[in-house]
């Protein structure tokens, strides 16, 4: 089926470690995005790719990393996880500049 | 200074009566486009409606238009012969300039009551 796939669904992770946040499309969208939703705060931004290669910082960036290495992909990486990183992460991606954005189910994260 | 303001966290509406919900936006840049995103409790995020700064009518989507005002910087969401199904929460968004980047509001809680 043609959307946006995040991976995992859940994942739980111990203060400190790492982890990738998968995120694929197969619209061949330009643009591509990571927002993190935490209760009361709605969705911000954290990073962005208008294209592959080019990437760009959104409202949170900090403790997160991306790279964008193809059109189809776009992984997000916490390199320490912390507790204040816990929350649910949505990938979402458009072509430029589009009207709608297809967002992704969702990585419902909780640091410990 | 917050780019999009939803000034209702929660709402409460009859079945079958008209809603809307308030949205004002904050921006400089002549170009830019208005969103409003629904996430049922499923979490999933569906598109609405889009509404552009240079667009000379209000957009309109089956129940759903946007109430634009300009002058006034709101772009409020309205959604007709409210249903059960709808009960959700509610996010306005903004995308300015060439970029792409969409920045959100802090939602709406909409509750249809039968």
């Known amino acids: 089926n043609a959307g946006v796939t995040q991976t995992p669904k859940f994942q739980v992770l111990k203060t400190g470690q790492s982890m990738t946040l998968q995120c694929a499309q197969d619209?061949?969208?330009?643009?591509m995005s990571w927002y993190r939703q935490d209760p009361g705060m709605g969705l911000r931004l954290i990073h962005y790719?208008?294209?592959?290669?080019?990437?760009d910082q959104g409202e949170v960036p900090n403790g997160y990393n991306v790279s964008r290495s193809t059109t189809e992909d776009f992984p997000l990486r916490l390199l320490s996880a912390a507790p204040s990183q816990t929350s649910v992460y949505f990938c979402?991606?458009?072509?430029?500049?589009?009207?709608?954005?297809?967002f992704g189910s969702g990585t419902r994260l909780t640091v410990v | 200074a917050q780019k999009i303001t939803q000034t209702q966290p929660g709402m409460f509406v009859q079945e079958k009566e008209a809603v809307t919900l308030d949205c004002t936006y904050d921006t400089s840049d002549p170009s830019y486009g208005l969103f409003w995103y629904k996430q049922p409790s499923s979490g999933e995020m569906i598109f609405l409606i889009y509404?552009?700064?240079?667009?000379?009518q209000n957009a309109t989507e089956g129940r759903y238009s946007l109430n634009f005002q300009k002058a006034r910087k709101s772009a409020n969401l309205v959604i007709s012969a409210s249903q059960l199904g709808d009960s959700a929460m509610y996010f306005c968004a903004m995308r300015e300039g060439r970029d792409d980047k969409i920045i959100f509001g802090k939602g709406t809680r909409l509750h249809i009551l039968p």
């Open positions: 979402a991606s458009s072509s430029v500049p589009g009207p709608r954005h297809t």
């Open positions: 509404q552009g700064s240079y667009d000379q």
């Open positions: 619209m061949n969208h330009e643009y």
């Open positions: 790719s208008v294209g592959a290669g080019i990437t």
